[in-house]
């Protein structure tokens, strides 16, 4: 939060003393408040995912104790073991995977030529085209699920993973064209014309020119369409009846029915799927910041 | 035209056939009646319309829905200015809580609502187990079951998993502030109250009008945090108009597909008109300042 003052030294050295002096208690304080606050911040956001953790690493049997205790009594890798060996837990996980895998490389492959284009150039139809973008930001696949699966089932395609894939890249492509958008349209258009001079094509310049520059772009709606097609319950709910074909979103409800109450295992294995995915934000959250300062605030 | 189509092609390609085309089949569906199984019996003229929005139910969900959507977005866009204010200072283990606030986003919503259900149970939850340990309350609540909690319970979960996106959202809004509009306004003397209502505020909002129409939009359109926390209660009492139109064309005892697609198109039109007006009130806002 500190500012640099290079620029205007005389004006600032006179006008900050009195602000300065009066602050200063708080200077000192706010070392210990701060992260004091933050501490506050994290057990918020953490601690019901603690308590996830707690009951995936006690016996079922104890999940389901009256009153629940806060830590187990009895620390056990069951339930951790029970999934992973677990044939349906695998193919729903690999369903997960295989769909938010190709759902987002569909999603850049036609988000970044189309962001690109309509950024730069104008064109007959790109207002329309525009439109029909910010309309598909509006409509969730929850509202259209029953006309969803009206067109799946007449193609033929109900407990497909094509279904899954196409509809979670579809949907995703407004929110991916907006942010690529944004970023395109920040790069000075010398720096393009001086590729052309060079004799680039215009796919050349984008592919070796442009792509460089917008990569926190890429790297925010990568991390949006993964994230979106990963977390996708409605559809999946809908389209998939074959319990192999699953995705983990809706296959981890079974370990929890009205005859079945297995919350052990469903943590267990909603750990695995979560904890690959904090890592990967964790990893990106530099650029998902920049990402979303270039290409949607600004 | 030729050149634009090729360039956006795909794209066009993948949203008229998924997203434009399931929209004008469910318009279609709507005018039509519908066999259990789901083949079309024939038209139905208005009368899925009329039954839709003569439906005894209709007025319940209506104001749920009302009340669902307000309440998680205007909690969600003030805490989420507060917290990326936070976010935004620097100190001491401040990446700790940036990726902190990371985890309800990447937990799937049906992942983080089993987990709210378990921890709102009357009898094993931990939620009521602490607040009686501490005194705040004497007798269990049945937090999902007492119509009085339900829908509360529900809009905590819901500004919990809404306000990830949203401080980030409103973090990056104010990194694209200059530092020096607040060098500006020190040597003017402003509080910080002043400096926070005069220039981070007007600056912050295309951030702030992004994040209330993607909310607004995300929110009325959530599905899970709803059907599971609601899962185990009888009756529409606490679905909004999303959960309420699954169940009629998946849950209810008959299925009725064109009556859903109906209430389709009334959800569709609804969230269009909601973010339009917005939008329109936000403009006019900004004009009678100019």
């Given at each position: 939060?500190?500012?640099?003052?290079?620029?205007?030294?005389?004006?600032?050295?006179?006008?900050?003393?009195?602000?300065?002096?009066?602050?200063?208690?708080?200077?000192?304080?706010?070392?210990?408040?701060?992260p004091?606050?933050?501490?506050?911040?994290?057990?918020?956001?953490?601690?019901p995912?603690?308590?996830?953790?707690?009951?995936?690493?006690?016996?079922?049997?104890?999940v389901l104790?009256?009153?629940?205790?806060?830590l187990?009594?009895?620390?056990?890798?069951?339930?951790?073991?029970?999934?992973?060996?677990?044939?349906?837990?695998?193919n729903?996980?690999?369903?997960?995977?295989?769909?938010a895998?190709?759902?987002?490389?569909?999603?850049?492959l036609?988000?970044?030529?189309?962001?690109?284009?309509?950024?730069?150039?104008s064109?007959?139809?790109?207002?329309?085209?525009?439109g029909?973008?910010?309309?598909?930001?509006?409509?969730?696949?929850?509202?259209?699920?029953?006309?969803i699966y009206?067109?799946?089932?007449?193609?033929?395609?109900?407990?497909?993973?094509?279904?899954l894939?196409?509809?979670?890249?579809?949907?995703?492509?407004?929110?991916?064209?907006?942010?690529?958008?944004?970023?395109?349209?920040?790069?000075?258009?010398?720096?393009?014309?001086?590729?052309?001079?060079?004799g680039?094509?215009?796919?050349?310049?984008?592919?070796?020119v442009?792509?460089?520059?917008?990569?926190?772009?890429?790297?925010?709606?990568?991390?949006?369409?993964?994230?979106a097609?990963?977390?996708?319950?409605?559809?999946?709910?809908?389209?998939?009846?074959?319990?192999?074909?699953?995705?983990l979103?809706?296959?981890?409800?079974?370990?929890?029915?009205?005859?079945e109450?297995?919350?052990?295992e469903?943590?267990?294995?909603?750990?695995?799927a979560?904890?690959?995915?904090?890592?990967?934000?964790?990893?990106?959250?530099?650029?998902?910041?920049?990402?979303?300062?270039?290409?949607?605030?600004? | 035209?030729?050149?634009?189509?090729?360039?956006?092609?795909p794209?066009l390609?993948?949203?008229?056939?998924?997203v434009?085309y399931?929209?004008?089949?469910?318009?279609?569906?709507?005018?039509?009646?519908?066999?259990?199984?789901?083949?079309?019996?024939?038209?139905a003229?208005?009368?899925n319309?009329?039954?839709?929005?003569?439906?005894?139910?209709?007025?319940?969900?209506?104001?749920?829905?009302?009340v669902?959507?307000?309440?998680?977005?205007?909690?969600?866009?003030?805490?989420?200015?507060?917290?990326?204010?936070?976010?935004?200072?620097s100190?001491?283990?401040?990446r700790?809580?940036?990726?902190?606030?990371?985890v309800?986003?990447?937990?799937?919503?049906?992942i983080?609502?089993?987990?709210?259900?378990?921890?709102?149970?009357?009898?094993?939850?931990?939620?009521?187990?602490?607040?009686?340990?501490?005194?705040?309350?004497h007798?269990?609540?049945?937090?999902?079951?007492?119509?009085?909690?339900?829908?509360?319970?529900?809009?905590?979960?819901g500004?919990?998993?809404?306000?990830?996106?949203?401080?980030y959202?409103?973090?990056?809004?104010?990194?694209?502030?200059?530092?020096?509009?607040?060098?500006?306004?020190?040597?003017?003397?402003?509080?910080?109250?002043?400096?926070?209502?005069?220039?981070?505020?007007?600056?912050l909002?295309p951030?702030?009008l992004?994040?209330?129409?993607l909310?607004?939009?995300?929110?009325?359109?959530?599905f899970?945090?709803?059907w599971?926390?609601?899962?185990?209660?009888?009756?529409?009492?606490?679905?909004?108009?999303?959960?309420?139109?699954?169940?009629?064309?998946?849950?209810?005892?008959?299925?009725?597909?064109?009556?859903?697609?109906?209430?389709?198109?009334?959800?569709?039109?609804?969230?269009?008109?909601?973010?339009?007006?917005?939008l329109?009130?936000?403009?006019?806002?900004?004009?009678?300042?100019?």
């Open positions: 939060m500190t500012t640099s003052s290079s620029t205007r030294p005389s004006v600032l050295a006179s006008a900050r003393v009195i602000p300065r002096r009066r602050l200063r208690g708080w200077a000192n304080a706010r070392r210990f408040v701060l004091l606050g933050g501490l506050a911040v994290i057990l918020v956001f953490v601690s995912y603690l308590v996830m953790l707690l009951d995936a690493l006690r016996p079922n049997g104890e104790a009256t009153p629940p205790a806060v187990p009594k009895t620390w056990t890798f069951d339930a951790f073991v029970a999934v992973i060996g677990d044939t349906d837990f695998q729903w996980l690999k369903t997960s995977l295989i769909v895998l190709s759902a987002t490389v569909i999603v850049i036609v988000a970044i030529p189309a962001a690109y284009f309509t950024a730069r150039f064109f007959r139809g790109r207002v329309i085209f525009l029909l973008v910010v309309v598909t930001q509006m409509f969730a696949p929850t509202s259209l699920v029953v006309g009206r067109e799946f089932y007449d193609l033929g395609l109900i407990n497909t993973y094509g279904a894939i196409l509809t979670d890249a579809a949907f995703n492509i407004a929110f991916a064209l907006w942010i690529l958008q944004g970023f395109f349209a920040a790069i000075p258009k010398e720096i393009e014309e001086a590729a052309a001079l060079d680039s094509g215009r796919f050349g310049t984008l592919m070796r442009m792509l460089p520059l917008t990569l926190p772009g890429i790297v925010t709606a990568v991390t949006f369409t993964f994230i097609a990963w977390n996708e319950y409605v559809v999946a709910l809908t389209l998939i009846q074959d319990d192999a074909l699953k995705p979103t809706v296959g981890i409800n079974s370990y929890v029915t009205a005859y109450q297995n919350w052990a469903m943590f267990a294995a909603s750990l695995i979560i904890v690959p995915v904090v890592i990967l934000f964790a990893l990106i959250e530099k650029h998902l910041v920049g990402g979303l300062t270039a290409g949607a605030v600004k | 035209m030729g050149e634009a189509l090729l360039w956006l092609g794209a390609v993948l949203i008229l056939g998924v434009v399931p929209a004008i089949t469910l318009f279609a569906t709507s005018f039509g009646t519908y066999s259990i199984t789901g083949l079309r019996k024939g038209s003229g208005f009368d319309y009329v039954n839709f929005l003569t439906s005894p139910d209709l007025g319940q969900v209506m104001w749920n829905t009302l669902w959507v307000v309440v998680v977005v205007v909690l969600t866009i003030v805490i989420g200015l507060g917290l990326a204010q936070f976010l935004s200072k100190f001491f283990g401040r700790f809580v940036r990726w902190a606030v990371i309800p986003w990447a937990a799937a919503l049906v983080s609502s089993q987990l709210f259900r378990l921890m709102y149970d009357y009898y094993h939850g931990i939620i009521n187990h602490v607040l009686l340990a501490l005194g705040i309350i007798t269990p609540i049945d937090w999902l079951g007492d119509s009085r909690f339900v829908m509360p319970s529900m809009i905590l979960v500004v919990f998993v809404s306000l990830p996106f949203t401080a959202l409103f973090v990056a809004g104010l990194n694209a502030i200059p530092a020096d509009v607040y060098e500006a306004a020190r040597i003017d003397g402003a509080t910080p109250w002043q400096t926070y209502r005069t220039i981070t505020l007007p600056l909002r951030a702030i992004i994040g209330v129409v909310n607004m939009i995300y929110v009325f359109n959530s899970p945090v709803i599971i926390l609601n899962g185990s209660n009888p009756g529409v009492g606490n679905d909004t108009m999303i959960t309420y139109m699954y169940k009629l064309a998946f849950k209810s005892g008959d299925h009725d597909i064109g009556m859903s697609a109906a209430a389709g198109i009334f959800n569709v039109l609804i969230i269009l008109i909601a973010v339009g007006i917005y329109r009130f936000v403009n006019w806002r900004q004009g009678d300042k100019a």
